[in-house]
């Protein structure tokens, strides 16, 4: 069974950067190819919602608040799908959340563990 796991979270100043790491652990690699990925966040209090989505062909979609300043990515030798985030600000803060939107055409709801991002001087 597949399993989540993201890492490079942490605390951060306003301006900085961070990468986010998230790998599916027990994948195949040819199965890791017919994933969906996405990264969601939810700040306190507030629903969790949408950052960015990469298919399966690498076609990437943004959430307006990160559009410009964050880049999804993924490779697939490693398993793995990244958000780089630069230009952080303080209402970036909240928990990041890996998932699996889709495999193949299929819906799915795989979440990994998530990660704290904390934007603070």
């Known amino acids: 069974q597949v399993q989540l796991v993201e890492t490079g979270g942490g605390l951060v100043q306003p301006g900085g950067s961070l990468r986010l790491s998230c790998e599916a652990a027990g994948a195949p690699t040819s199965i890791f190819t017919t994933y969906t990925m996405a990264w969601y966040r939810q700040a306190a209090g507030k629903q969790r919602d949408l950052v960015a989505l990469?298919?399966?062909?690498?076609?990437?979609t943004y959430a307006d608040s990160v559009k410009g300043r964050s880049t999804i990515s993924r490779d697939n030798a490693e398993k793995a799908v990244y958000l780089q985030m630069n230009n952080l600000k303080p209402e970036d803060t909240a928990v990041y959340y890996c998932?699996?939107?889709?495999?193949?055409?299929?819906?799915?709801?795989?979440w990994g563990q998530g990660t704290q991002v904390t934007v603070s001087s």
């Open positions: 998932k699996i939107e889709r495999i193949y055409s299929e819906r799915v709801d795989y």
């Open positions: 990469i298919t399966t062909d690498s076609k990437t």
